[in-house]
């Protein structure tokens, strides 16, 4: 009778051992996703800047180059892209979820990005498709006029947001030794 009580509690502490080392498995593996997806979301964020930067100088330079009198080649924008906002729309990150600001300046962000991007798309299928139009100069001036305005909110939103993930997200590099267990010769 005491054997199969000692084999039982023996199984019992057994059954514990295994549940607590999968437990603490699956949150390392939880925790190192997380962190994989906070440093490709900022990866994602980091890349829109430079191409918001280089349609925003286009826009400026063609609205000086689009005052009367001063007609000129037009140089194509380039849409931004919004991908980002998939990395965490099904499973945000416990990082994200826990700062209050952090989900909606993200979708902020997107919104803004989405909404250039179809200004952007309209503009260039009107330019292309109205280059004999004689009022192209000034209804291009008016797209511009607005893309200006919305690439200068987008990157106002985006400098917060960045600054909000640089408080949030581990640093670019994943710590060393991370994924290996060290164990004793």
Do not use: C
């Not at 349609?55 to 991908?83: F, I, M, W, Y």
């Not at 909404?115 to 209804?139: C, H, K, P, W």
Request: proline share 6%; charged share 25%.
């Amino acid at each position: 009778m005491t054997a199969v009580l000692a084999g039982g509690l023996v199984a019992l502490f057994a059954f514990a051992l295994a549940t607590a080392r999968d437990w603490l498995k699956d949150r390392r593996t939880r925790q190192r996703r997380e962190q994989a997806v906070l440093r490709a979301l900022q990866g994602e964020i980091a890349s829109l800047r430079p191409g918001a930067e280089n349609d925003l100088a286009l826009v400026q330079h063609e609205l000086q180059q689009l005052l009367p009198g001063k007609r000129a080649l037009l140089n194509p924008l380039n849409p931004l892209g919004t991908s980002f906002l998939d990395l965490v729309r099904i499973d945000p990150p416990a990082a994200l979820i826990a700062h209050e600001d952090a989900l909606p300046q993200l979708r902020d962000v997107a919104r803004r990005a989405q909404q250039v991007d179809e200004m952007i798309r309209a503009r260039e299928a009107f330019r292309a498709a109205n280059q004999a139009l004689s009022g192209l100069y000034d209804t291009l001036e008016k797209y511009d006029a607005l893309i200006e305005r919305w690439l200068s909110e987008l990157l106002e939103a985006l400098g917060r947001l960045e600054r909000l993930l640089d408080g949030i997200a581990p640093s670019k590099e994943p710590p060393k030794g991370s994924d290996s267990v060290s164990r004793m010769p």
